[in-house]
């Protein structure tokens, strides 16, 4: 074969000097690659199909027979290329019975993710064995089968809770106006957690905890006895305050890991680059293509989340 020129797209003819003829070449496993990243870049895109078959200068039909092999295809992570960094871990709620796990960098970069049906422990540990480095440190918001396969799948690492979750969670329970003094100061020490900048800042944040505690420690614990009675006799209670006692339990379990970004400050002190970075832009992508099937929705997340996996270089400007 000859080389005889180029075609009028740009590719490579050739000529075959026996029979006289000419022609382009082409190779199946390229052709199907480029149609996968065509279908790829199409469902994360504002255009219709035939908008979309109008932009790349063919027809509907055409454009619909490329993609009709993967319509059908789960989109897998390119593979775990990120060693000895820290992890940013999170969930994102598809729909009922539907939940995508995602761990990225620090950097936004993905990780790994996993397709499941819930958040438990034995999921998030599914996730972590697909990763086969051993993070600097993890950040969280603590729900307690993450920590537990956290611990399990890599022993001693530095765990961050997020503290926006922490500070979220305590406002959920104790409502917007709390009616008791000691509910509405409580309120007011865990906002003030998202100030504590520094060692200093701290001592004084948990001066101020403490105060609280052993003023309000009692009022904590106290019961109200019901006239049923358990199967062995025992009278039933509850605790008085029991949405203010539930929401310092949440704070008392998150406080080994509340202020890990004070002593390596490269931490940080919440999940928000995920929330934002990450599960804001798959809801956008989805609002854009509205009454699709759930395995739809998979793909759009999936090639989303594939196309956060490859770091785009930084350019430098002189």
């Not at 796990?101 to 990780?111: D, E, R, Y």
């Not at 406002?171 to 504590?196: M, R, W």
């Not at 614990?221 to 049923?228: G, K, N, V």
């Amino acid at each position: 074969m000859q080389y005889w020129g180029t075609h009028r797209n740009g590719t490579r003819r050739y000529r075959c000097p026996q029979c006289k003829t000419n022609g382009t070449r082409t190779r199946p496993d390229l052709v199907q690659k480029s149609h996968q990243k065509l279908y790829e870049k199409w469902l994360l895109s504002k255009f219709t199909l035939s908008d979309f078959a109008k932009k790349y200068g063919v027809t509907r039909r055409t454009l619909d027979n490329w993609f009709a092999p993967f319509r059908e295809q789960e989109i897998l992570p390119t593979g775990d290329k990120t060693a000895g960094d820290m992890f940013i871990i999170d969930g994102y709620y598809v729909q009922y019975g539907a939940t995508v796990l995602i761990a990225q960098t620090t950097q936004n970069v993905i990780v790994n993710w996993l397709f499941t049906y819930a958040e438990n422990f034995l999921t998030w540990l599914e996730l972590c064995e697909k990763i086969a480095s051993f993070p600097f440190a993890i950040v969280c918001d603590g729900q307690k089968g993450m920590i537990k396969a956290i611990k399990l799948r890599w022993p001693g690492v530095i765990i961050q809770r997020c503290q926006f979750h922490v500070i979220h969670q305590v406002n959920i329970l104790l409502t917007k106006y709390p009616e008791t003094s000691a509910a509405q100061e409580f309120k007011k020490i865990v906002g003030d957690i998202i100030l504590v900048k520094t060692e200093d800042d701290l001592k004084i944040w948990l001066m101020d905890y403490k105060r609280w505690y052993l003023e309000y420690k009692e009022f904590l614990t106290e019961r109200t006895y019901q006239d049923a009675r358990t199967p062995t006799g025992r009278r039933k209670w509850h605790y008085t305050h029991g949405r203010l006692h539930t929401a310092h339990s949440h704070l008392k379990h998150a406080f080994p890991s509340l202020f890990q970004y004070i002593h390596f400050s490269e931490i940080p002190n919440t999940s928000n680059r995920i929330e934002g970075g990450i599960n804001a832009q798959i809801q956008r992508h989805i609002d854009q293509h509205r009454g699709t099937t759930l395995f739809q929705r998979r793909q759009i997340i999936a090639a989303f989340l594939k196309q956060k996996q490859i770091k785009k270089p930084t350019q430098n400007f002189t």
